[in-house]
């Protein structure tokens, strides 16, 4: 049963909840390029799927369209697929469970994939169609952008005829950029220093952080700095902070949804330490509020 059935465009709703059904998170694109390229062969449009899994689809303009400029229409078909820790959905081989509250799509359990399934809807929804007017339209959807835009470099563009391309694939609606400065991956090595002690250690999980990459707050950088702040200040002196594991599962570009933190009481006193975290728990999210205002 569709559950998307009722939103506006409807065609586009339609084609993102099909999406939604599809396993499509990076590395995992041979189900979703698949199914676009069925989409273009049931259609007679033409199509190239390379060896890579990117799609190119090409519809020849409307009538008294056929002397303006081709249009060039990009997104990717990959997305960040991840959980919340009791979600008992395998993203490698089942869909997503797509629901709606109020006016926010999201899916149950998981990361939605609207960056950058929303782009392939629209697209499709455009393709699809007999009554809007367009010229030629060439859309280009790439796999693996999500872990360093591979698809994008591997890709050959040398059929295209337009040269004017709209990337659907932005932080904001109603803002359009003139161009984007690219991204790149930053392997960090830092040198860690261990020692034995003695004491007692405690793990505190900070849970419920928004893992989704477009959230422009992890973005602009507010909550990591909140939560380190917090792993390093919270916590008066007599508490010794030992480690911090991030985990965000199995891909690469989301922030950590979970940080297990680790503390060693410096004296055998387990109770002042539970006194205490209910105050440092209250401060934290706090903090959090201030940085973020999505943050509840």
Do not use: R, S
């Given at each position: 049963m569709s559950v998307l059935s009722d939103l506006e465009p409807k065609s586009v709703f339609t084609f993102f909840e099909e999406i939604t059904k599809i396993p499509h998170g990076s590395g995992n694109v041979e189900q979703i390029s698949d199914y676009l390229a069925d989409?273009?062969?049931e259609r007679k449009l033409f199509c190239i799927q390379d060896e890579w899994k990117n799609v190119i689809i090409v519809k020849e303009a409307s009538a008294g369209y056929e002397e303006e400029p081709a249009i060039i229409l990009?997104?990717?078909?990959?997305m960040v697929a991840v959980k919340k820790p009791d979600c008992e959905i395998d993203m490698r081989t089942e869909g997503l469970r797509a629901a709606v509250k109020g006016d926010v799509v999201y899916a149950e359990g998981t990361s939605l994939g609207g960056d950058d399934g929303i782009a392939v809807a629209y697209c499709l929804a455009l393709l699809d169609s007999h009554t809007i007017k367009h010229?030629?339209?060439e859309v280009i959807l790439t796999?693996?952008?999500?872990v360093g835009m591979d698809g994008a470099r591997a890709i050959d563009l040398s059929m295209l005829t337009g040269n004017r391309m709209v990337n659907l694939d932005s932080e904001d609606e109603g803002i359009f950029l003139t161009s984007?400065?690219?991204g790149a991956r930053v392997k960090c090595r830092l040198p860690l220093v261990s020692e034995e002690g003695e004491g007692i250690a405690f793990k505190v999980t900070v849970g419920g952080?928004?893992?989704?990459?477009?959230?422009?707050?992890?973005r602009r950088g507010e909550i990591p700095t909140a939560c380190w702040?917090?792993?390093?200040?919270g916590f008066p002196d007599r508490f010794r902070f030992v480690s911090v594991k991030p985990r965000a599962g199995w891909r690469i570009m989301p922030f950590p949804v979970r940080l297990p933190l680790c503390w060693c009481w410096r004296k055998r006193t387990e109770i002042l330490f539970r006194r205490f975290l209910p105050d440092w728990r209250r401060r934290f999210r706090r903090s959090l509020r201030q940085r973020i205002p999505v943050f509840i």
């Open positions: 989409f273009a062969k990009q997104g990717h078909m990959d010229p030629k339209l796999v693996d952008e999500e984007c400065a690219g952080l928004l893992a989704i990459q477009e959230v422009k707050y992890t702040e917090g792993c390093y200040n």
